[in-house]
């Protein structure tokens, strides 16, 4: 059976649902792996919406930029260079089966890729006038309201004034608000704006009881983002204007979004030169506010930027002549304005960036400069200098620089980054992807990360948060053992060389993850898993006057199976383990049992998602992240611990072509708690509710 047939058959079997459910799994997995290596605030939603932007826009494969294609996020290196190397040498593509005949994309690379792309002459035809941006560009308008049914202390009516001031109560009412708006022309012109409050922020009906020259007055949404955006392919290649996104390189120097590290996508590591990006989320930390640009002369680009917007803080000292901040300790990055004390902190400081990229980019070599300066308009000084923080960033400037590189020959990817912070710290990253054969893709990654070096918008390939006090290496490997199986699978060793939070002592640790992948026909998809990571903290409970380490070995198996049933009905069973063990203590014990059902009513226009899942875990510490199906613009991947159960119900349906509505109802149970959370968030009771409606309008 030749490959192009065999490719029929499976887009036949597959609906378009059924394609996306096992691109879902693949982009799940890799969520899920951020949320298990931080817990801070992480702006998931950006990586979803770029993906449904595609959905919608598909992407022109034959006209398609290496850029474009790294902008995509689903393919690596090696992959997009065979495929705009296939182009150049045998023209453009004819139809999606020729996919097959290119090394390095099996039948799970396209089906992972299917629902974003499209091969079409047309659109290289199209004249760029007003006429058929008015004509062929879409708009779309969501309305999205969400809320916990149980009442949380922050709602709780207060005895006294002076709990309301006392930041005691939520100043607004408990439901999230958020409106968006985004006009798009294929790839070439993207406007939007954005509008979203957080459950327990104001939201107009407060306003007269504020006065208006204090911090206290406010109207409206909490967070308010816009921008403009153009992409061509003459002298001005990128324009934006409003806010966006920058990453250049390996993300060593400057990387504003969220970017992947150690993920079952072995293959990940090197980071895609995304460039300039619209920013489209809620997140009210990682973007920039200003003004882009890209220019180009044949092989030249210049990417120039401006940014300034202000950010939380917790201010320390006030000018007394001014009565402006002017010492900060740190920055807040919850995005909640719902108490007096958070609206004290919003938007306190002021910061601004300016600073520009020149690359040089061949079909085959691509090099990169990249500085910019960063200004605050007050001095960041830490309350709570200790050891371990001592050389984090301080002061109201800093200075970045950082020269990047890829070269691709034959079937070797070499890429890397060098970077250089105003205090002379240093950062440098290099690896090499390797197609040792058609079946077998190798990736090799080493990172040294000096504890002086500071880049605030930086996001390394790495064990840690923050590029900085880090050296390790990284080995990965992918292979199609036969028709059906598959195994990939990565090894990291690591060192930190300066002390860091709760380690106090230089210390080391390793990871590896192995998953082998059973495909015997187009509807089943079986995924084995092991994960191990060794580190090392604090000894609990020391009385010594000299610290010493132990050790922490946690393990995590997982079994994981999608099966599409039909074109309307497909299961996903999942079934995991997890084993947390710290020296010379009790280890702790974590299960989840998860059982997914996607269902589409045959000849109708409603489609439910429904997941029932139990788990048992000890402790936070053996926690078990899952990722969930949300409406549109809203994320959710808890964390399951202690015991009990969680279900959810998504319902979609088209009410028309242009009009679309989701609703989701969600409950946690606990079997062994009485209370959930804590402080303003606590809920007297084991069970929490949650509640979230989605309109789309389309024209």
């Not at 100043?171 to 968006?180: C, E, F, H, S, V």
């Not at 153009?230 to 120097?253: A, K, P, V």
């Not at 690591?494 to 230089?506: C, D, E, G, S």
């Not at 063990?581 to 014990?589: K, S």
Request: aromatic share 14%.
């Amino acid at each position: 059976m030749s490959v192009g047939i065999l490719l029929l058959i499976s887009c036949n079997i597959y609906s378009q649902d059924t394609l996306q459910d096992r691109q879902d799994i693949f982009i799940q997995d890799k969520l899920e792996s951020i949320s298990n290596q931080t817990d801070n605030a992480i702006d998931y939603a950006m990586v979803m919406d770029n993906l449904n932007n595609y959905k919608q826009h598909k992407m022109d494969l034959n006209s398609a930029k290496r850029e474009d294609l790294e902008r995509l996020g689903l393919l690596n290196d090696i992959q997009i260079s065979t495929l705009l190397e296939h182009i150049r040498k045998n023209g453009k593509l004819l139809d999606i089966v020729e996919l097959q005949t290119i090394d390095g994309y099996g039948l799970e690379t396209i089906i992972r890729i299917l629902p974003y792309v499209i091969i079409n002459e047309s659109y290289n035809n199209e004249k760029f006038t007003l006429k058929n941006i008015i004509d062929n560009g879409s708009s779309s308008v969501y309305i999205l309201s969400a809320s916990t049914l149980e009442t949380k202390a922050g709602y709780i009516s207060p005895i006294s004034q002076n709990q309301i001031d006392s930041s005691k109560k939520y100043l607004g009412r408990p439901y999230k608000l958020y409106t968006k708006y985004r006009f798009q022309y294929s790839d070439r012109i993207s406007m939007g704006f954005t509008g979203e409050k957080d459950a327990g922020e104001d939201f107009f009906y407060r306003t007269n009881a504020f006065s208006k020259n204090s911090f206290q007055y406010y109207q409206g949404f909490d967070f308010y983002s816009a921008h403009v955006y153009y992409n061509g392919s003459g002298w001005l290649r990128t324009l934006i204007i409003g806010d966006y996104q920058l990453q250049f390189g390996q993300g060593l120097c400057l990387a504003s979004g969220l970017t992947f590290s150690k993920t079952v996508d072995v293959l990940s590591c090197r980071k895609n030169n995304a460039s300039i990006m619209p920013y489209t989320s809620i997140n009210e930390n990682s973007y920039l506010r200003g003004m882009a640009a890209t220019f180009g002369y044949k092989k030249l680009e210049l990417t120039s930027f401006y940014s300034y917007h202000k950010l939380d803080a917790n201010v320390t000292s006030m000018d007394s002549m001014t009565q402006e901040a002017s010492v900060f300790s740190s920055f807040g990055t919850s995005g909640y304005h719902r108490t007096y004390k958070e609206m004290a902190d919003k938007q306190t400081i002021g910061m601004r960036i300016f600073g520009g990229h020149v690359a040089y980019k061949a079909n085959s070599l691509n090099i990169g400069i990249t500085g910019y300066h960063t200004m605050f308009d007050a001095a960041m000084i830490m309350n709570n200098l200790q050891p371990y923080n001592q050389y984090r960033f301080e002061g109201r400037m800093n200075d970045n620089y950082g020269f990047d590189f890829s070269y691709f020959y034959r079937n070797f990817s070499f890429f890397g980054e060098e970077a250089r912070s105003g205090n002379g710290g240093m950062a440098y990253l290099n690896g090499v992807l390797v197609s040792l054969d058609s079946r077998t893709t190798v990736s090799i990654l080493h990172r040294h990360y000096q504890k002086e070096y500071q880049a605030l918008m930086s996001n390394g390939f790495g064990e840690s948060v923050g590029t900085n006090n880090e050296e390790g290496i990284y080995m990965g490997v992918s292979m199609n053992l036969n028709k059906y199986w598959s195994i990939a699978g990565y090894y990291d060793e690591f060192t930190f060389p300066w002390l860091k939070y709760r380690v106090n002592a230089p210390s080391a640790g390793h990871e590896y993850l192995a998953q082998l992948s059973y495909v015997p026909n187009k509807k089943l998809h079986v995924a084995l898993r092991a994960k191990e990571t060794w580190k090392q903290l604090d000894n609990i409970g020391n009385t010594s006057p000299i610290d010493y380490l132990s050790n922490i070995k946690q393990l995590d198996y997982r079994m994981q199976m999608h099966y599409a049933v039909s074109n309307y009905l497909s299961l996903n069973e999942r079934i995991e383990y997890v084993k947390y063990a710290l020296e010379n203590q009790q280890p702790y014990y974590g299960m989840l049992l998860q059982q997914d059902v996607k269902y589409k009513i045959p000849k109708t226009s409603l489609t439910m998602d429904l997941r029932y899942a139990i788990f048992d875990c000890d402790s936070y510490y053996s926690r078990i992240y899952s990722y969930e199906q949300d409406v549109p613009n809203s994320f959710s991947i808890p964390a399951y611990y202690y015991k009990g159960m969680r279900y959810y119900l998504l319902m979609h349906y088209r009410i028309n072509k242009n009009v679309s509505a989701w609703i989701r109802y969600s409950k946690l149970i606990y079997a062994n708690r009485q209370t959930i959370s804590s402080g303003l968030e606590m809920i007297n009771g084991n069970a929490k509710t949650d509640l979230a409606a989605e309109l789309k309008f389309s024209f």
